[in-house]
């Protein structure tokens, strides 16, 4: 049960993630079509505004591998749990 849910949360911990950077490139993107059209581009040159660079990552096959539930047998407990002795 334990190693579910430390799955769940890492799981939703990176959908998290996926859905923080979706929101950060869209929001890029806007800023870079903004510093291009006119006429806020006007705008963009007299404050020396330039376009922003798309988030990209290094190891980006390594991101994309889905994380890996097992299922198997519980764990045995230690034997100090088993028989309800604390250390």
Do not use: H
């Not at 890492?10 to 059209?37: C, D, F, H, L, P």
């Not at 988030?55 to 047998?73: Q, Y």
């Amino acid at each position: 049960m334990r190693k579910l849910l430390a799955v769940l949360t890492a799981m939703g911990t990176e959908n998290r993630i996926t859905v923080a950077r979706k929101q950060y490139i869209k929001a890029v993107q806007e800023y870079n079509v903004a510093v291009r059209s006119f006429p806020s581009n006007l705008t963009a040159m007299a404050f020396a505004y330039q376009a922003k660079s798309n988030f990209t990552v290094d190891n980006e096959k390594e991101i994309a591998k889905a994380p890996r539930a097992e299922f198997g047998p519980p764990l045995a407990k230690p034997q100090a749990e088993a028989q309800g002795t604390a250390k």
